[in-house]
């Protein structure tokens, strides 16, 4: 993240074997990211499962084609939303971020779901 910019996020539309969403943010020189297989909530108050994935390079921020078969993630990527965010909250077990996308904007919150698993979170929108 430059100084000049605020943090970019990025929501990925991916249609593999088991179709799911790519939620990523910009922090630390790279997107922090999960698999959300029923994409972001739209509503306040929804809770979606989103499952902790590898970082991957700011590369990916841009990125839409098709990874070929045979290789990590195969099938096609597209941009479902894209923008920045600013941060409210950072730490092992709460995200809390402000969405500014042409699709998805407002308050959204990850929070760990330790009982169904280490990488599992759930993302919802915030009220207000």
Known sequence: MSENRPPRFVLHDHATKHHHYDFRLERDGVLKSWAVPKGLPELAG?????????????????????????????????????????????DNDRIEVVLHGARFSGKYVLVRFRKAGEKEWLVMKAKG
């Open 46 to 90: 929804e809770r979606r499962l989103a499952i902790a994935v590898e970082d991957h390079e700011l590369a990916y921020i841009t990125f839409s084609g098709t990874i070929p078969e045979g290789e990590y993630g195969a099938g096609v990527v597209a941009i479902a939303d894209q923008g920045t965010y600013e941060p409210f909250a950072w």
